[in-house]
């Protein structure tokens, strides 16, 4: 019996995991913005999250009708911002909350504590003396999350739904960030561009990982090909695509799970995609188009793991 | 069909006399709806207990205990066979197949997995780009062209060398150097249409080639042991691509083992119990000749060693 | 108990509050004699309780012999046509039912309420018990206490022999009306104690008269359902329309035979407040055996003499309106002003069949920690009994304990707390 898994929580499960992504992604950008991503007069610019997350048109026009200016206060308090870092925990509490017997006691325990937490942010939490406190607790908060998960969360079907929306959340992350990469390849002084390099390699955590993996110089193209097929980093769209189809192929074979060709061509498509899509020579045009690709790959991927799984009947 | 016969000759000369470990024989080909053996025979000298196995791809596997140390180790296999072609060379691929990328269909994806996984790191992307470069230039991505242009572009992009010392370049090393023996070109192969997706194998064996063959009884070419792929194509099967000559299908080729990576199909391998000096050489002489088959009045013999 | 999210909503108000029930720690105990007389007691009940409903719904010999009044069952609003002619397998309507027992200034054992639908509670009784285990755990030491670990598994047992003939291995699913309903908490925890899916409305379909999941699989059968969803909702189009908590056609595939509902369709008839004053001749009449357990003396006012008692003496009696759960619209005359005493005389004289009263029973109290150090508090007993073929009743129960001085009321619903229940062996 318990290998039974109602569609409406399967989907419960999945948003579950995309939206803690979602939350430790949010407080990873915002942090490394404040600390690197400076404007010439030496305060933080704020406007480059909105592009990162395509969000430049959605808050300037939010913007006109509350008379708001605070991007920070946008990706971190406003509840009618369905991306803030207060929206995504309740969502997560929510999806939890429907599945909260599937879930382990640590689990919602501890999204419990995350939750109310939240809950009592206040304008003061993002004051710019206390922001970089507050995106490390958030951080650490998603990962204690995943730690927990990691440790209790039984390997049934549920967990491979939950990974995938993990994962799928992740590598949209990644690919997001890459986004900025166009912008420096168009650039060509490069004593700034190593600091903004650097800058977009901490936004994924992978400042130091790179440095181990290169640590005589590299060719600009190299922090790209790292970032999207770096088998060893945990953030790599490759890692994180092999990763989803790990736990697609593992609800078959373990799980009894009747296998979906819909899902499968698309994750073999995004595959192909990743591995053959973008030259050797790699210009912001190319990557631009490429990046885009990848987006709709892992849209379509997402898309058919919801049509094959969570609307059954 | 075709009447073959393939005389294989591995010597291997020491110092001085040296004992021997056990050896493992890979020479007896795959018998099957395109392959019947009709007369085998394996000797060894000095003598040998042989036993016969099958490994984990159901090859036939010999494991020679040789009872006496010798300063010489002769490995000799001759055998007749009947080999029956396919012909045809368009390959009845399913329609799902046809065009790249595709994905294998739900029943074959287990047993396929290990074979469409690369082995080889390729840290700085240069095989992958190398595909990439056949696959820009394959006309609507269609699967049989691509693969029959990479088998060509091998041959003609890649300087072949016999290297008769065992192991196998890495394929990036293949790239690097621009070089290669079959068994690299193979590998090489291998890894380039796994990166986007197929299912590939190893083929050790031996090639008919009647340029080497002469005449009926004339003289013959000194031949090696031949290495070529398998790749798997839905609705076709697995079908035979040979970088090092270029061609496709396999109507040359007899198999003798199928590995998911070469270091799993040798022809021979084994150890001797002494110094590294006293090792002298390795010798191999392969003879592949064609033979007219009996008709119902038999007017030739069958070619004996 | 926050952090762990054991809650239980309360209703009032637009926004639900999730509020944790108040756990004493001080345990109830219950000697293995007293407990005996219970459990016996419980058992003959709930056989009686399911000869009637088979038998009201199917020849009404007891209505014809006139031991109860036929109006009060036929015209009764939880008595469902519907079910007429229809056996439950093994004759079970009633597999799973909350007794409500006190304990009268005499020491005496008496029913005040029979809960026949939809019964809660079941998961503070064993989460108190985890609780004080936890807390204190030497406090038990040497003590011999019925252990209540195994209600999950009794419970799945039970309800696997209901399942429709013929079939083997039948799935189980906890039906719920979802997150926003009080008992939500119990709901999940029954799920998992006894190991099967918690499903709602939306997750069940009805094809061809059978009863299927939707999961990641496709559909899936579901033989015996569990439901904590009350009649009306069950089935839009069988009863309520308009509701969207039930399942198309769910009705259908019960009466087929196609899947078993528990507890069954239409019990509500015998939890009814009037009804209640006759269950000593429902035993009477079905098993030819006093009962165990006896009823606190009820004036039933539909009957003229009851209705002439309750106005005579309304300052001092407990008047109960018929249709109303969880202690709502209870008039306790002592406690009452004179202003609402003589509304309730109005609605009494324009709306017997709607009354009951009972004198108020001097609830027995147990120690209880209070902000003022350890004080009596007045306490009741809500022991569960689980029926398949036979009868299991869950040794203790849930201990209610109305937690403001002198307060009689004891229902969670209007902020009472628990105690463990402890039954010696």
Redesign the interface.
């Known amino acids: 019996?318990?290998n039974?898994?109602?569609?409406?929580f399967?989907q419960n499960v999945f948003w579950l995991g995309r939206y803690i992504e979602r939350v430790d992604n949010l407080a990873r950008i915002l942090d490394i913005n404040e600390t690197y991503a400076r404007e010439s007069h030496g305060s933080p610019d704020w406007r480059r999250v909105l592009e990162i997350y395509g969000d430049t048109e959605r808050f300037d026009a939010s913007r006109v009708q509350t008379g708001e200016h605070d991007v920070l206060n946008f990706y971190v308090l406003d509840t009618k911002n369905f991306g803030s870092l207060v929206s995504s925990v309740n969502m997560a509490r929510e999806n939890a909350?429907?599945i909260?017997?599937l879930i382990s006691?640590e689990m919602?325990?501890q999204l419990?504590?995350f939750h109310t937490r939240v809950l009592q942010l206040t304008q003061r939490d993002i004051w710019p003396t206390h922001i970089s406190r507050l995106c490390k607790e958030m951080k650490e908060a998603c990962q204690t999350f995943e730690g927990v998960a990691e440790g209790t969360f039984f390997r049934g079907?549920a967990w491979h739904?939950y990974s995938m929306g993990k994962y799928i959340e992740r590598a949209d992350q990644t690919t997001r960030v890459l986004y900025l990469g166009c912008d420096l390849l168009e650039e060509d002084r490069d004593a700034v561009n190593t600091v903004r390099w650097n800058a977009l390699l901490r936004s994924v955590a992978a400042y130091h990982a790179f440095r181990w993996v290169r640590p005589r110089g590299h060719r600009r193209g190299d922090i790209i090909?790292f970032l999207l097929?770096d088998e060893g980093f945990p953030r790599s769209v490759k890692l994180c695509v092999g990763s989803v189809e790990i736990h697609i192929e593992n609800l078959?074979?373990r799980r009894?799970?009747?296998?979906v060709?819909a899902v499968?061509?698309a994750?073999?498509?995004l595959?192909?995609v990743l591995?053959?899509g973008l030259?050797?020579e790699i210009s912001a045009p190319a990557l631009r188009s490429f990046l885009d690709q990848l987006e709709i790959g892992l849209i379509r991927v997402s898309d058919e793991i919801a049509a094959a799984?969570?609307r059954?009947? | 069909m075709q009447r073959l016969t393939v005389e294989h000759k591995t010597i291997y000369r020491y110092r001085k006399p040296v004992r021997f470990g056990e050896h493992r024989l890979m020479l007896r080909p795959r018998e099957s709806h395109d392959l019947r053996l009709l007369s085998s025979r394996l000797v060894i000298q000095p003598e040998a207990t042989v036993r016969w196995m099958h490994d984990v791809f159901s090859n036939s596997v010999a494991v020679a205990e040789i009872r006496q140390p010798a300063s010489e180790l002769h490995i000799e296999n001759i055998f007749v066979l009947d080999r029956y072609p396919n012909e045809d060379q368009t390959f009845c691929i399913d329609p799902y197949a046809k065009k790249l990328p595709f994905s294998y269909s739900a029943r074959e994806i287990p047993d396929l997995g290990r074979n469409i996984e690369r082995h080889h790191p390729d840290p700085d992307r240069k095989v992958i780009e190398w595909t990439r470069e056949r696959l820009s230039l394959t006309g609507d991505m269609d699967t049989e062209d691509f693969l029959i242009g990479v088998t060509r572009d091998i041959r003609s992009s890649f300087r072949y060398e016999v290297r008769e010392e065992p192991g196998v370049q890495t394929p990036v090393q293949t790239l690097e150097l621009g070089s290669g023996s079959c068994r690299d070109y193979a590998l090489f192969m291998m890894e380039a249409v796994r990166s986007v997706g197929l299912a590939a194998r190893f083929v050790s064996g031996y090639l008919y080639d009647s340029a080497l063959d002469g005449l009926k009884n004339g003289t013959v070419g000194a031949g090696a042991t031949h290495a070529w792929v398998q790749v798997y194509l839905p609705g076709a099967g697995w079908v035979e691509f040979d970088p090092t000559n270029g061609s496709h299908g396999g109507s040359n080729l007899i198999p003798v083992a199928v590995a998911r990576d070469p270091s799993q199909a040798m022809p021979v391998s084994g150890t001797y119990d002494g110094d590294p000096e006293d090792f002298l050489g390795m010798e191999v002489e392969v003879e592949v000749h064609s033979v007219i088959a009996p008709s119902p009045v038999a007017l030739e013999p069958e070619r004996r060693a | 108990m926050f952090d762990l999210g054991i809650t239980f909503t309360v209703y009032s108000g637009e926004n639900s509050i999730d509020r944790t029930l108040p756990f004493d720690v001080i345990p109830r105990v219950i000697p293995a004699e007293d407990w005996h007389r219970i459990d016996t007691g419980v058992r003959q009940r709930v056989a009686a309780i399911n000869l009637f409903l088979h038998d009201i719904y199917h020849d009404q010999k007891i209505l014809k012999d006139g031991v109860v009044p036929s109006e009060l069952v036929l015209g009764n609003a939880n008595y469902r046509s519907e079910m007429q002619g229809f056996s439950p397998q093994k004759g079970t309507y009633v597999h799973i039912c909350g007794t409500d027992i006190v304990r009268d200034d005499r020491g005496l054992f008496r029913v005040l309420e029979d809960n026949a639908r939809t019964p809660s509670g079941v998961s503070y009784v064993i989460e108190n018990r985890h609780l004080m285990m936890r807390s204190f755990p030497d406090l038990a030491e040497g003590i011999p206490i019925a252990d209540v670990d195994d209600y999950g598994r009794q419970l799945a047992k039970a309800l696997a022999e209901v399942a429709p003939e013929g079939v083997s291995d039948p799935a189980i699913a906890l039906m719920s009306p979802g997150v926003f309903n009080s008992a939500y908490f119990e709901h999940i925890f029954l799920a998992r104690e006894m190991g099967v899916p918690l499903v709602e409305g939306r997750d069940l379909v009805v094809e061809r008269d059978r009863v299927y999941m939707r999961t990641i699989k496709g559909l899936e059968p579901v033989h015996v359902i569990y439901r904590r969803i009350d009649d009306e909702f069950l089935d839009p189009t069988a009863f309520l329309k308009h509701s969207a908590l039930g399942v198309p056609g769910l009705f259908d595939a019960y009466r087929k035979g196609n899947v078993t509902l528990a507890n069954a369709v239409g019990t509500g008839v015998a939890d009814d407040k009037a009804v209640y004053a006759y269950i000593p001749r429902i035993i009477r009449y079905y098993l030819a055996e006093d009962p165990i357990l006896d009823n606190v003396p009820t004036h039933i006012c539909r009957e003229p003499e009851g209705l002439a008692f309750t106005l005579e003496h309304l300052a001092e009696l407990v008047v109960k309106p018929v249709g109303e759960s969880g202690g709502y619209g209870v008039i306790i005359g002592p406690h009452a002003s004179k202003r609402v005493l003589a509304d309730l005389r109005r609605k009494l004289k324009s709306d017997p069949d709607n009354f009951i009263s009972q004198p108020i029973v001097n609830l027995s109290v147990c120690p209880t920690l209070t902000r003022t150090g350890v004080e009596p508090r007045h306490v009741d007993l809500r022991p569960f009994a689980v029926t398949g073929e036979s009868t299991w009743v869950l040794p203790g129960g849930l201990t209610r304990v109305a937690l403001r001085r002198g307060s009689l009321i004891v229902n969670s619903s209007q902020g009472g707390g628990s105690k463990d229940t402890w039954v010696l062996v």
């Open positions: 019996m318990s039974t898994l109602l569609a409406r399967a909350r429907s909260r017997h006691t919602w325990t419990n504590t079907p739904f090909n097929h078959v074979l009894g799970q009747p296998r060709p499968e061509n994750c073999t498509h595959n192909f591995e053959t030259g050797h799984y969570f059954m009947g």
